[in-house]
């Protein structure tokens, strides 16, 4: 049985921790402290979670903390305009990767990563788009993405 779940409305809370936790090791300063953007996003993501529509996310329930989350991987499935290479126009997009500092190393962001991509690929994208911390590029070559002229990073499905 997998650790893996599908994020439920009840885990936003901690899905909005483990984000913070993320901004907070890209930029310095990088939030609003006193949480004010957590208690605004909290009604939208709740929503999200218990929809079925194109933003998912998966998660790893914390083994040492009962109720809290160890890693997120959340997503969404946009669509452009069709080109070579993706006629559907379909595009995966992973905006949100992190692993509780207490529960790192031990595979949980690689096991969430490889839940949305399989994901992406039952919805139909043609290609998975991601920017990539240089700690976290390793993950990302080792599941197959490559670099892009910018700081993306994409994986043909």
């Given at each position: 049985m997998s650790l893996?779940?599908?994020?439920?409305?009840?885990?936003?809370?901690?899905?909005?921790?483990?984000?913070?936790?993320?901004?907070?090791?890209?930029?310095?300063?990088?939030?609003?402290?006193?949480g004010g953007w957590q208690s605004e996003?909290?009604?939208?993501?709740?929503?999200?979670l218990a929809g079925d529509g194109d933003f998912a996310a998966f998660v790893v329930d914390h083994p040492g903390r009962p109720g809290a989350l160890a890693a997120l991987v959340a997503g969404t499935v946009e669509y452009r305009i069709g080109k070579p290479g993706n006629p559907r126009g379909r595009v995966g997009y992973v905006f949100s990767v992190a692993t509780d500092p207490d529960a790192r190393r031990r595979g949980y962001a690689r096991a969430c990563m490889e839940e949305l991509?399989?994901?992406?690929?039952?919805?139909?994208?043609?290609?998975?788009?991601?920017?990539a911390s240089p700690e976290a590029e390793p993950l990302y070559t080792a599941l197959g993405f490559t670099r892009d002229s910018d700081p993306s990073m994409r994986l043909s499905l």
């Open positions: 893996v779940r599908r994020a439920r409305p009840e885990d936003a809370g901690e899905v909005l921790r483990l984000r913070q936790i993320m901004i907070d090791s890209l930029w310095a300063g990088g939030g609003d402290e006193a996003s909290l009604p939208e993501l709740r929503e999200r991509l399989a994901w992406f690929r039952a919805r139909g994208a043609g290609h998975v788009l991601l920017n």
